[in-house]
């Protein structure tokens, strides 16, 4: 037989074992051995989420609607799915900006304000009223089933009577203890983040505990009681999805709300982001937590058909099937162990959320409201902030027991926690624009918002006090004085939809179409361009914060900001966080001294952990003198954004000319050790040509020296073969020089306009004496107009010397011809030499253009070239954009011809 | 309009594979995108059925199912690799 004071004292039995757990995790905290940083414990305290809903709620969902109960368990598995990349976002912009609840959060984003924390705390309080109210009612309920149960337990009415308001007193009294116990309210709930991740393992086990002695002790194993219940009239339909009330709209709307509700519910946030000690443990945790939700709702169907095959059809509340099946089987232990699962699922739910909306409660709503009023000239804050949140969780919790007291008879407890989802839904637009859209603008937000909000209130939070009759039933049905369309159930007469999936879809249209319109209709300011930019852009920034330090512009003096760090921190933490600053920073701390903006900013960094973002930025602009947002400085901020962008594509553009200019150097680098082996041969052919006339001139010089008895006449013609040679020489060293003048690049040429046809003439002038010598016929022809290019005169006249002179050279004296022909088209001159000497083979002609190749007569053995002559024409041609080239021509001799473009005037 | 945050594309691996640094983020929204549609309407309508297969319901087992392997092929994903940049960084931080 279960009495009374066991159950009671096994109650406070487990409290006390809570409160120990978290004692010990906070302990820990203070060893600096934390235990709460790892993946796992982070994994259980996010299973937070499953509260008295999951454990009592479920089952009596799914024996109304099947698998009805599923869409809030499979909305926070694909919500994980992206955690890794939105979640980490937020918990790095957080971390950033010392967030402390989700009203912060949304507060900072846009630009720290006042109005929409308050709005957002407001939202919360009032959205999460009915899930506070849904908990009591689950634990008073459970309190009632085991008290009434036995006939022998009916008695004691006195205290039975309003279990839900003892239950909230003592859950008050356990989250004060739990959540505000220290005067440094900036620390993370260590020991709360712990007891709450030992409470997940209690009501996991506990429910698959009772879930397996359903299945198989009551019913011989899952194939079984499936096929009992697949016989039962009344259970066979919960098998397929036409027990779904609202069908596959209602499936989808639930798994919105539930993807949006696992990060924006405050708890979540808490739990998720203000708790997280390392953004690492989000990758385990996307994965591990929604298995958690696996395995706890794997016995949900079973236990809720075998409850229904078990009790006669409402004689017994679906909700407390997980503790009617047990009692009705007595097995009072296990009931027990049942009860202090839903005991643990509910009271953690309570704990973190008062904890989180008493913060939001006192730093986004209290706090802004009592600085403007200049309420708050205490020397002591840190009590007074912990006396407003003592009294904010109280206040929370009596909130949820009124709601509970007006309505919590008339609705299943999953309906009431829907409600709270679809609130907290509300959030999502504000936070997930923000974070990736920089245009997002705090009046949008607060349209959105407030949008949001009031369709939310008039779908669903005033019908649920139409039906507890606070309101007039004709409220609802037909709708407010009669109009249907005005019905809160079925707004434009609207009514293919479920009331939850109604106010859904009704309150995001209009929240994110008010967020979205809003802002591209108005204008941001200076401030809130600053917030949008840091949180969208959170991994571009070197370092995230350094930027707003510009921001402070006015003066105040070191012991002012002392004063006020003092009055909200604490003397001692106050005194640390100056040291801590002063550490990394090369300044001297005297009270006298003005404090920079750094230290300003840093200063309010450290007290939004504290107070929020919104009431930390009025505090400290409270005992600045002057400006306190300078635009200058924004302005500055926002160009230093632009230039790094700036920056990053001029190193691009560098990076890429870079990239040609080691293309340009490759090439360049070929072309040297090509040039360089031409060097080398040509440095070797060049001695050897040397060489060849030298000897020469050794040799007869040698004959010449020995023979002193030689006879005039033979030493007069060693003499003449000697200067032959010796000009022979001068001529190769010339034009060696020239070659490799101009080859290297070292010629200055001298271009002008000039007449092709005195070109030829003055070479022909040049080489008349050569071809008298020889006896020759030398005839020219040219147009009656000047040929007029643009060149070199000298280089040219070379040229075309150094082709008569070689026509002349090959020529046999005495019948030998040469004919210069100059003729010119619309593009180019042509300048042809004709001779009728012995031609050149075929093969031959593209290498007499070579350097050092030298054309060697059948007959006589000796060159009679120096083997530059040509190349150097070649070059010369080719400088003036020309060709150079050799045919045959009819008199069986050869024609050199070359060509450079015509200079039009 | 996502960058897939913290998925910081480096410079130098244009043209090669980053192994799990860029692509994650696009994977675990291409498994988001199918667990909708696989855990909506019309899926769900065909396994809507008044049949039992290994003695459970057809829709149990299937959703179930859908939902293991979701968490499966995530944890697959999210699996820590050598190319990651080292858990000790964000570690040392706090």
């Known amino acids: 037989m279960l009495q009374n004071w066991v159950i009671l004292v096994v109650s406070f039995g487990y409290l006390s074992l809570l409160f120990a757990v978290a004692y010990y995790g906070d302990k820990r905290a203070d060893a600096g051995r934390s235990i709460i940083s790892n993946p796992y414990i982070y994994t259980f305290s996010i299973a937070v989420y499953c509260t008295g809903w999951t454990f009592y709620g479920s089952v009596g969902r799914a024996a109304a609607t099947g698998v009805g109960f599923l869409p809030v368990y499979l909305g926070p598995t694909l919500a994980a799915i992206l955690w890794w990349i939105v979640l980490r976002k937020i918990i790095h912009l957080s971390k950033a900006n010392n967030i402390t609840s989700i009203a912060d959060f949304i507060a900072s984003r846009y630009g720290k304000s006042a109005v929409i924390g308050g709005l957002v705390t407001v939202i919360s309080i009032v959205g999460i009223m009915p899930y506070i109210s849904l908990q009591l009612k689950a634990i008073s309920t459970s309190f009632n089933v085991l008290f009434n149960y036995h006939p022998v337990n009916a008695g004691g009415p006195g205290f039975i009577h309003d279990t839900a308001l003892y239950i909230a007193i003592v859950l008050a009294l356990f989250s004060i203890l739990f959540g505000t116990r220290h005067v440094d309210v900036t620390e993370r709930h260590e020991g709360m983040v712990t007891a709450i991740a030992f409470e997940s393992i209690v009501k996991l086990v506990a429910f698959s505990a009772v879930g397996i002695f359903v299945t198989f002790t009551m019913f011989d194993g899952p194939a079984n009681l499936f096929r009992y219940a697949a016989e039962a009239e009344e259970t066979a339909h919960l098998m397929s999805m ?16 539930s993807m949006t509700a696992i990060l924006f519910l405050p708890r979540q946030f808490q739990i998720l982001v203000v708790e997280n000690v390392n953004e690492e443990h989000v990758r385990t945790a996307s994965w591990l937590f929604p298995l958690y939700l696996l395995a706890i709702n794997l016995f949900v169907l079973p236990i809720a058909l075998g409850g229904l095959m078990f009790f006669r059809v409402g004689s017994v509340d679906a909700d ?14 296990l009931a027990l162990f049942v009860f202090i699962g839903g005991l643990s699922a509910a009271t953690g739910m309570v ?26 000239r205490q020397d002591d804050m840190g009590k007074l902030l912990l006396v407003m949140r003592r009294g904010g969780i109280l206040l929370i919790l009596l909130l949820g027991y009124l709601y509970f007291r007006l309505i919590g008879e008339s609705y299943a407890l999953v309906s009431i926690g829907l409600v709270s989802f679809a609130a907290a839904a509300q959030f999502a637009p504000a936070i997930l624009l923000g974070i990736y859209w920089k245009g997002a603008s705090r009046l949008g937000a607060l349209a959105g918002l407030s949008g949001g909000f009031i369709v939310w209130t008039y779908t669903l939070l005033l019908p649920s006090f139409a039906r507890s009759g606070w309101i007039t039933m004709s409220f609802v049905e037909p709708g407010p004085f009669g109009i249907s369309a005005l019905g809160p159930y079925h707004l434009f007469d609207l009514t293919v939809f479920d009331p939850i999936t109604h106010s859904v879809f009704w309150s995001m249209l209009v929240n994110i179409g008010l967020l979205v319109g809003v802002s591209l209709f108005s204008r941001q300011e200076a401030l809130e361009q600053l917030q949008a930019a840091m949180f969208v852009d959170v991994y571009k920034k070197r370092a995230v914060g350094a930027g707003d330090a510009r921001l402070w512009h006015g003066k105040t003096q070191v012991s002012d900001l002392k004063g006020l760090m003092a009055r909200m921190i604490g003397a001692d933490r106050a005194e640390e966080a100056f040291l801590s600053y002063a550490s990394t920073h090369p300044i001297e701390l005297r009270d006298d001294t003005l404090a920079d903006e750094s230290l300003v900013a840093f200063m309010e960094r450290e007290l939004a952990g504290t107070v929020g973002a919104t009431s930390a930025r009025v505090m400290v602009s409270s005992i600045i003198e002057g400006e306190a947002l300078s635009i200058d400085g924004l302005m500055k901020i926002l160009d230093e954004t632009s230039q790094v962008i700036e920056y990053s594509h001029r190193l691009e553009q560098k990076s890429r000319e870079l990239e040609a200019a080691t293309r340009e150097l490759k090439r360049t680098n070929e072309r040297l050790k090509e040039l360089d082996r031409m060097k080398d041969e040509f440095v070797s052919t060049v001695s050897h040509e040397l060489r060849t006339p030298l000897t020469s001139i050794r040799a007869f010089s040698e004959i010449l020296q020995d023979d002193e008895n030689m006879e005039p006449q033979q030493r007069q013609q060693l003499l003449r073969i000697v200067v032959k040679e010796t000009e022979r020489l001068t001529r190769l060293v010339n034009q060696v020089l020239d070659f490799t003048k101009i080859e290297s690049g070292a010629y200055q040429w001298v271009r002008e306009k000039l007449d092709l046809a005195s070109v030829m003439r003055e070479a022909l002038a040049a080489t008349s004496q050569l071809s008298q010598n020889r006896n020759m016929t030398i005839t020219q022809e040219a147009p009656d107009i000047p040929v007029m290019v643009f060149g070199d005169k000298d280089r040219l006249v070379q040229v075309v010397i150094n082709l008569l002179s070689n ?12 004919h210069l022909m100059l003729s010119h088209n619309a593009d180019e001159a042509k300048l042809k030499v004709i001779d009728n000497g012995p031609g050149i083979e075929p093969g031959e002609r593209e290498l ?8 060697r007569d059948s007959s006589k053995d000796k060159p009679q070239g120096t083997g530059l002559g040509l190349a150097i024409c070649k070059t010369i041609i080719e400088n003036h954009r020309g060709r150079i080239w050799v045919e045959s021509n009819q008199w069986k001799g050869s024609s050199f011809i070359f060509t450079i473009p015509i200079m039009h005037s | 309009m996502m960058d897939t945050k913290g998925t910081v594309t480096r410079p130098h691996g244009e043209g090669r594979s980053v192994p799990g640094v860029k692509r994650r983020g696009e994977r675990l929204i291409g498994l988001l995108i199918a667990g909708a549609v696989l855990l909506n309407f019309p899926f769900l309508s065909v396994f809507s059925a008044y049949k039992l297969i290994f003695g459970f319901p057809v829709l149990y087992v299937y959703l179930f199912s859908v939902w293991g392997l979701i968490i499966g092929v995530k944890a697959l994903i999210l699996r820590r690799r050598p190319a990651d940049p080292a858990a000790d960084k964000t570690e040392a931080k706090k």
């Open chain 1, 242 to 257: 036409d027990s779904l009330s609202g069908g596959y709209a209602s499936w989808l709307a639930l798994t919105f709300i």
């Open chain 1, 320 to 333: 407390m099937f997980v503790l009617t099946l047990p009692l009705k089987a007595d097995e009072e232990a």
């Open chain 1, 351 to 376: 704990i973190v959320e008062t904890i989180a909306l008493s913060t939001m409660f006192c730093n986004d709503l209290l706090m802004p409201v009592l600085l403007r009023l200049k309420l708050l």
């Open chain 1, 807 to 818: 026509a002349i050279k090959y020529c046999e004296p005495g019948s030998g011809r040469v």
């Open chain 1, 848 to 855: 007499i253009f070579e350097k050092f190749h030298q054309f």
